[in-house]
Every structure is written in C-alpha cells, then in structure tokens.
C-alpha cells in the first residue's frame, strides 16, 4: 500500500510541475481584462510600478513626488517604486517574471520590448478600449484628476505605441537624437556650420581635424587624444541612415531588409573613417559627451534626453572640472543626406500595464499610468533632461512655455543645451518617424547597431572590409541575433498573421522543461506497465 501511495505522490509531484510549466510563458490561462463598470473605492489595492531614472536624483524626486500626489486622491490605491537604471534590466526582469506571473502592474519600457512580452500570452493588457472608455479611459468623467484626453496626445508619438493594430501602451516621454557640436573647432579648422548638418559635411571636417603637429598633438586642440566624431546609438545611426536613403530595414509584417546593397555602401563610408581614427562608438571608446566636454570630439551624436551631459558647462557631465575645455557648443538635428526631407529616429519610453486575476488591480493600475500625463509630472520630468511632454496639453501650457524662454538663466534647470535639445525635436516633431514593432524588432535593432560596430573594430585590427567580409558579417549578425528563425505567426488584433520571431530565452527553457516532464511521465508510466507484467509473470510462475 506505502508503495501505491509514493506512486501516486510522485506522479501527482510530476503532473503538478507540468502544470506549472504550462501556466508560465505562453499560457492563455490568465483571463483576458474586462473594465469594470464601476472602480470599487472601498477595496484597497498595492500596485508596483517599475521606472528608469537615468540615476538622476530630480527624476526619482518627481517619481516620487507623482506617487504621494496620486495617493493623495486615490488613498486606496498604494504604489511601490521600484527603480532600474537600464531599460534592458526592466526588460530581461519582466521576461523573467512573466514565467511567474509576477510582472509589475505598471512598467516603463520600449514598444519593442511589449512586442516579446506579448508572444503567445495576453499578460500585457490591450488599451484602446480603455482609452475611449466614458468614465475611467482619457479624459474619463469619473478620475479625479484633470487627465488629456485620446487627441490631446502628440499623434507621432502615441503612434508608437500600436502594435499589430493594437494600442499596449501610452507614451510618457519623446526625444529624439541631437548632434551636439563643438563650434569654436570646427570654425578653427575653416569652415562654417551649415544650417543643417549633412553626412559629407561631417565626415570631412572630421578628417580634416585629424591633423597633427610635429609632437603628435592634433592641431586643433593641441591635445594627443581627438576622436572627432562619436556615436553613441550605433543602432539608430544605421537606422537613420537606411531611412534618409530610403532603403530597407524591416516593414509591418516583420520581413527583415537590413542585409541589403544600400547598407553595405554604408558600411565601407564607415570602415573609411574608422581607419582614420576620425569615427568612432560608444562601445568602443566611452560616452560622447565625456570627449566632447574635455574638447576631444567635434561631433557627439547622442539622445535629447542626454543633453545636461553636453557642453562646456555641462551639469551631469562624467569628468572633473579640470578636464573642461571651453567651447560654443551648437545643437544640432543629426546628418542628413537630403537636406529638404529631413528624417530623424523618435523614441523614449512608454508605460503598459500587466494583466492581473482581478480586474479591479488592473483598473487601479491603468488610472495611475493614466495620471503620469498629466501636466504635472509631464512638465516636471521634461525639465530634468530634453525630453519634451507626449501631450499638446502639456507643451501648449503656460508653465512649459515660460521653462522654454527662459533658456540659458543658468546652468541647471534652465540650461541652455538641454533646452535648446527639447526645442529641437518640438521643431521636428513632423520629421521624426518611428520603426516597425513586432516580436524581434528589438533583435534587427541590435543586429543594426552590431553591424557598425563590428567593421569599427575590425578596420581598428587592420582587418580588410572587403565584399567577402560584409558577406560573412551579414551571416554572423543573422546568427548571432537568430534573424533566420522564425516563431511562427500569431493573429494579431487586427487579424493579419504576423511573424513570431525568435521566442525569448526563459521561454525556450520552460518549453523545454515541459518537453521533459512529459518525457519523465511517459517513462514513469512506462516503468510502472513493464514492472507490473513483471510481477504478474513471477506470481504465474510460482
């Protein structure tokens, strides 16, 4: 009898992990949210809230400043902050929890990012419906605080946040990239700043800068350390590139057209003045603004959003005061190769809100992503770096407009760089444009990005880049990111089938985990039969 039972525990142990396994990644066992008709007041509810902040202390004040002033009018309603400095933590963090189902109820993340979160499960919850609904969706009749409503967000930017036809998150802050240029130099090697910047304009001043004296110091600063030209989104920079040249990258069904002539021209432009040592990246040599700022880089393509590292009198910069070179600096939009149909990348983080069982949490969860547009901390946040507010409200306001005309006061809140950033992309709001999201849109990013990293590093090795060598880094960046293998397709909301990609490492693991408990169970079952006969063949023998 004592064997029947241990029998029967451990089969009841083997069908219990096999239910876990199938109730994490990809279940459809969560049922998908429905808006209740009222938010229940009298039920407490605890909700997490996982933000990044750039490690600036203002960002994290302002966090927490929303929170006290939310809880203030929704007592009910508890938030827990939890801060990340890298968004590629709060990603790999929610991939993990998902197999757990203990995801955040309210996350700052990218689009691309969803897109993965999304694959075969409905833990991140759709938003159109909320956003028309009457009473709790924007500008909802029924929320105790004065929210925008659906048109009073910058359409650009909220056009972001579709996926597959479907709405999974509302934007909370925009940048785009600026190229923060160091004047005084560039007019010292005898040219003059065009009005807007071109890719031949900076590769040739970047070359003519590489000039040295009989001591091995370059003429233009008089320093033995010059990288006149560094990138910091090497993703971005093909990204721009490809689109100011119409040509390739990925389309809404999530066909991938990186590998193609367009940019491997591209490539050996780059290769050209990486040889030189006049280009150069992030990854490779270190922020921009910490060259920029010591007078060691002319031409530091970085965010909006990293504009109070930039300048002679930059407030967050990295290096000690005695490493500042003075200089005028001039924000710029990035190079472009056609100067009457400027494109530049728009991005920034936007908030989702996680499926929960009771739709009561979910509802809590949405009122409070809801709250973060309003002008209050969109004002407050865009002033600690040059982001700007993803709502007309919020820009057309008294308030923001009087932060703006008083550029320069001080070096700041009011400095000048970061403004002059902000006042960049509220100028080219038009001209910005957003990429394909799908599940593997954040892979093709990075495999854009590895591609110009690797011809910098090779030409630095004295590597030839060659037509042999595009061909085989085209084949090791399709590896590398598993860009040749497909997941499947899933019907979107729209009802077009789209590419799965590649499926998140955690969730290869528990299917295959699941693979084995099935194996385990087949073989329990198994053991059992053939022993039994065993038995039965002993007992007719005796």
């Avoid at 219990?16 to 990644?25: V, Y």
């Avoid at 060259?291 to 290096?319: E, K, R, V, Y």
């Amino acid at each position: 009898m004592s064997k029947m039972r241990k029998r029967t525990g451990l089969l009841l142990l083997m069908i219990t992990c096999l239910c876990l396994f199938t109730g994490c990644h990809g279940s459809k066992g969560q049922s998908e949210f429905e808006i209740p008709e009222e938010f229940d007041t009298s039920k407490n509810y605890e909700i997490t809230f996982w933000a990044k902040n750039d490690t600036n202390k203002t960002q994290t004040k302002i966090y927490e400043q929303a929170i006290a002033d939310f809880e203030e009018l929704y007592p009910n309603i508890k938030v827990n902050l939890r801060l990340y400095t890298d968004y590629g933590k709060i990603y790999n963090d929610v991939i993990t929890n998902i197999s757990t189902n203990t995801t955040p109820n309210v996350c700052i993340t990218y689009p691309d990012h969803i897109a993965t979160y999304l694959t075969g499960s409905n833990c991140v919850v759709p938003l159109d419906n909320l956003f028309d609904n009457e009473k709790y969706g924007l500008g909802g009749s029924e929320l105790a605080y004065d929210s925008p409503s659906r048109e009073k967000i910058i359409p650009q930017f909220l056009s972001e946040c579709s996926i597959g036809g479907q709405y999974y998150a509302i934007p909370y802050m925009r940048s785009t990239e600026a190229c923060y240029v160091n004047k005084t130099y560039v007019e010292a090697l005898g040219y003059t700043l065009p009005e807007t910047l071109t890719w031949d304009f900076i590769w040739e001043v970047s070359e003519a800068a590489m000039e040295k004296d009989e001591d091995g110091n370059f003429l233009v600063n008089g320093q033995n350390v010059l990288i006149p030209f560094i990138y910091k989104s090497t993703d971005n920079m093909m990204i721009q590139m490809l689109k100011q040249k119409n040509a390739g990258y990925s389309n809404e069904d999530g066909e991938i057209q990186l590998f193609n002539d367009t940019t491997k021209e591209l490539l050996y432009t780059i290769a050209e003045h990486a040889k030189t040592g006049a280009f150069s990246t992030f990854k490779i040599s270190s922020y921009p603004a910490n060259f920029l700022d010591a007078g060691q880089c002319i031409f530091a393509i970085d965010s909006t959003a990293g504009a109070t590292w930039m300048g002679s009198h930059a407030p967050l910069s990295d290096i000690s005061e005695d490493k500042f070179v003075e200089f005028e600096t001039a924000v710029m939009t990035i190079p472009q190769f056609d100067t009457k149909n400027p494109q530049m990348i728009s991005q920034g983080p936007s908030i989702c809100i996680f499926n929960k069982q009771d739709s009561q949490e979910v509802l809590a969860s949405w009122i409070f992503a809801q709250y973060l547009l309003t002008n209050d901390v969109q004002i407050a946040y865009s002033e600690t770096e040059g982001y700007v507010p993803v709502t007309s409200k919020a820009q057309e306001s008294e308030e923001y407009k009087d932060y703006l005309s008083r550029c320069g006061e001080d070096d700041s809140t009011y400095y000048e760089v970061k403004i002059k950033a902000s006042k960049l992309l509220l100028d080219n709001t038009e001209n910005t444009f957003v990429t394909p999201v799908f599940n593997g849109s954040a892979s093709l990013r990075d495999a854009a990005g590895q591609l110009i990293e690797n011809v910098t590093k090779s030409v630095r090795r004295k590597q030839e880049v060659n037509d042999e060598y595009i061909d085989n880094l085209y084949e090791e960046v399709t590896s590398l990111y598993h860009l040749d293998q497909g997941g499947g397709t899933e019907v979107s909301g729209s009802g077009k089938k789209e590419d799965l990609g590649e499926l998140p490492a955690t969730a290869v693991i528990l299917l295959a985990s699941l693979a084995g408990a099935w194996i385990l169970i087949i073989l329990y079952l198994i053991y059992g039969a053939v022993k039994k006969k065993r038995c039965q063949k002993e007992r007719n023998n005796l």
